[in-house]
C-alpha cells in the first residue's frame, strides 16, 4: 500500500498503474481506468460491470474507490449484486440494472447518499437488507412487482405509475402527491424521515387529516395543502 494513503490502496499485482495508484494517496480524481475482472472503472467515475465473475470481484475490490463512483452500468448477463457491491459509494447517483438480474444482495446500496431513486426490473426476486439512514432512494418499478412488495414493507418510496388507483398517492418526477386519506395513511408508514430525495409534495382536497410526523425531516422545497 502506499504509506499516507486516506484509503486503502491495491496491492502491486493488482490491475492499478503507478499514477493511477498516485491519486488515490492523494484523495484526488482518477487520471487513467482501473480495471479487473469483467469490470472497468472509467475516469468519469463509471463502473461497468459484464459479468458474475466480474461482480464478484468488484465486490471484493469496490471499497478502495467508493469515493470515486458516480454510476454503475451492470451489463446483460449479470444475475446479481453481489453484498457491499456499492456500499458506502456515497457519489453514485445513477445505477443501471438489467433484466437478466434476479436478485441483490445485503448492503449492496447502504449508505448511497446521492441515490435519488433506483429502478428495480421485475426479473428481481430477492432483495436483501440495506441502511439507507435518512437518505433512502425512491425505489421505481412495476404494480405487482417484488420490488413493489419490498419497499411498502420495508417502508420505502416507490413509483410504479399506478400508485394513484392502488394507494391513494404517487410519485412522479420526484413530487409527491397525495389524493385521499387512504394515500397519507399508507404513506405514514412508508416516508418518515425517509423523504429526502423528494423535491415537492402535494397534498390534494380528498386529505382531510395529516398524521403526527408523516413528513419530518423532509427537507422540501415546497408543500402545499388545500383548504
Not at 65 to 81: C, L, R
Not at 191 to 199: A, H, W
Request: include cysteine; glycine fraction near 8%.
Amino acid at each position: 500500500s502506499v504509506q499516507g494513503a486516506e484509503y486503502y490502496v491495491p496491492a502491486e499485482d493488482e490491475t492499478v498503474s503507478a499514477a493511477a495508484l498516485t491519486m488515490l494517496a492523494d484523495g484526488e480524481g482518477l487520471t487513467e481506468a482501473i480495471s479487473g475482472t469483467d469490470w472497468i472503472l472509467e475516469t468519469d467515475g463509471t463502473v461497468t460491470i459484464t459479468s458474475d465473475v466480474g461482480m464478484e470481484e468488484w465486490s471484493y475490490e469496490s471499497g478502495h474507490y467508493t469515493q470515486y463512483i458516480k454510476k454503475a452500468v451492470i451489463e446483460n448477463g449479470v444475475t446479481q449484486i453481489s453484498s457491499h457491491a456499492f456500499m458506502m459509494c456515497t457519489l453514485l447517483e445513477d445505477v443501471s440494472i438489467p433484466d437478466s438480474v434476479t436478485a441483490i444482495y445485503d448492503n449492496a446500496f447502504t449508505y448511497c447518499h446521492s441515490l435519488k431513486s433506483i429502478t428495480i426490473p421485475d426479473s428481481v426476486t430477492y432483495i436483501g437488507e440495506f441502511y439507507f439512514e435518512s437518505s433512502v432512494p425512491v425505489i421505481i418499478c412495476n404494480p405487482g412487482s417484488y420490488a413493489k412488495e419490498y419497499a411498502k414493507n420495508n417502508g420505502y418510496l416507490y413509483e410504479t405509475g399506478s400508485n394513484a388507483e392502488d394507494d391513494g398517492w404517487e410519485i412522479k418526477d420526484n413530487v409527491l402527491t397525495i389524493y385521499n386519506n387512504t394515500g397519507i395513511k399508507d404513506l405514514a408508514a412508508h416516508v418518515g424521515s425517509y423523504t429526502r430525495n423528494i423535491d415537492s409534495v402535494v397534498i390534494m382536497n380528498g386529505v382531510t387529516y395529516i398524521p403526527e410526523s408523516t413528513f419530518e425531516n423532509g427537507g422540501f422545497k415546497s408543500i402545499t395543502i388545500p383548504d
